[in-house]
Structures are given as structure tokens and as C-alpha cells.
């Protein structure tokens, strides 16, 4: 069975302090994904990979930065936490090497993250 | 104006109602159609995959596009408790890897 595993179910930090989101799938896939989700804005994307130690900004990367060392796991670090950093954070990974096809998403279950 | 448009809900429903779920959106060089659903404290999982225009059915679900009124749909028949989700749709244009999301709308079947 598939699977994409975020390390933390639920994250509580404070404003300024440096945050990592670790994301692991153990499907060989090429592309990975971070995302957040917040009520009525439905999914955004931060950052994707499609190659190890390759990254593509998303719609929303300020703020953020990623890191992919190795294929199988990609974290998203937050610089200095902000408040409105806030947020439910998934993970995704898809199969295909061509970044211009659409392959279906395999998600993590998500990092509730707070920042106070 | 999203790009997107989906009616959050929650749309309550009994058990073994047909349930039409929906999207417009603005981009007429959207081409590819996705639904998703997503249980609470899980990840969205793919439910229906359609390219361009027309009807797709799977068991109890069935995904329609009409592109000339830039709509989709999702029609989940004989719905059952465990439907009870909430289903994201998701669109891109053929050349662009970037998927671009609905809110999402949160569905409820009643025993």
C-alpha cells in the first residue's frame, strides 16, 4: 500500500522560531509536493520537487523553503515562524517524471501547525 | 474572483439520496478535471479523473464537465454515511502541472 508519512500529526510553535515539516514516501515517486489548506481557500501549493535536490516555487513560496537531499523525503522549513504560517500543511507525491503531466497525488495525512 | 468556485457546505443529506456536488470556474483553458475527497484528519485521496468534456462513471460516482458553461459536477448516487467527506475539486490546463483547488465542499449523509 502507498504511503506518504508526515512526522508530526500536530505542531505548536512560536513566532519567530525555525520550523521543519518532514515528509517521507516510500513509493519511488519523482515529484513531491508541500501544500497548505486553509478553510475557504482550499489548496494551495508552496514548493515542489521533481528531482532530487531540484525545486520549483509554487503560488505561495515567500516565507517558506524546502529541502530534497534524498528521493524519497522532502521537508519545508519555515524561516521564522509567523502567525499567519498557521495552517494545515500536506505533503503530496506523484509517480511521473514529466512535470508537465498530471499524475494522481498520493497526500500525507497533514501537519496541523500553530504559531503563537 | 477565484479562479475556482465551490459552495462549502455543509450539504446534509439522507442516506441513499443522490447527492450533486459542484464547481464553476473562470479559466476556459482549463482541460484537465479532478475530484478529491477527503476525510477528516486525512489527506485528500483521488476519487475522479476526467479530461475535457463529457461524463465518466465510476460504481456510485459519476464526473461531468460541461465547458461550454465551465462547470463540473460530481454525482455520488445511493450515497451511504461513510461518503460523508469533503470533496475538493481540482482543475489544470493542459500544458501547466500546477492543479488549481476548490475550497472544497463538506458533505454529510444521515443514517
Known amino acids: 500500500d502507498v504511503k506518504v508519512t508526515q512526522s508530526s500529526r500536530y505542531l505548536v510553535k512560536r513566532t519567530g522560531e525555525k520550523v521543519f515539516l518532514e515528509c517521507v514516501q516510500d513509493m519511488d515517486h519523482e515529484n513531491m509536493f508541500w501544500y497548505r489548506q486553509d478553510p475557504g481557500l482550499g489548496l494551495r501549493l508552496i514548493y515542489f520537487?521533481?528531482?532530487?535536490?531540484?525545486?520549483e516555487k509554487g503560488d505561495i513560496p515567500e516565507g517558506y523553503s524546502v529541502s530534497r537531499e534524498k528521493k524519497e523525503r522532502f521537508s519545508l522549513i519555515l524561516e521564522s515562524a509567523s502567525t499567519n504560517q498557521t495552517s494545515m500543511y500536506l505533503c503530496?507525491?506523484?509517480?511521473?517524471?514529466?512535470?508537465?503531466?498530471?499524475?494522481?497525488?498520493?497526500f500525507g495525512s497533514g501537519t496541523q501547525l500553530s504559531v503563537l | 474572483q477565484k479562479e475556482v468556485e465551490q459552495d462549502p457546505g455543509p450539504l446534509s443529506v439522507p442516506e441513499g439520496a443522490i447527492v450533486s456536488l459542484n464547481c464553476t470556474y473562470s479559466n476556459s483553458a482549463f482541460q484537465y478535471f479532478m475530484w478529491y475527497r477527503q476525510y477528516s484528519r486525512k489527506g485528500p485521496e483521488l476519487l475522479m479523473y476526467t479530461y475535457s468534456s463529457g461524463n465518466k462513471e465510476d460504481g456510485r460516482f459519476t464526473a461531468q464537465v460541461d465547458k461550454s458553461s465551465k462547470y463540473i459536477s460530481l454525482f455520488i448516487r445511493d450515497s451511504q454515511p461513510s461518503d460523508s467527506a469533503t470533496y475538493l475539486c481540482a482543475m489544470s490546463v493542459q500544458s501547466n502541472y500546477q492543479l488549481i483547488w476548490g475550497a472544497g465542499t463538506k458533505l454529510i449523509i444521515k443514517p
Open positions: 503530496a507525491s506523484s509517480l511521473s517524471s514529466a512535470i508537465t503531466t498530471n499524475e494522481k497525488l498520493f
Open positions: 520537487s521533481y528531482d532530487v535536490k531540484m525545486k
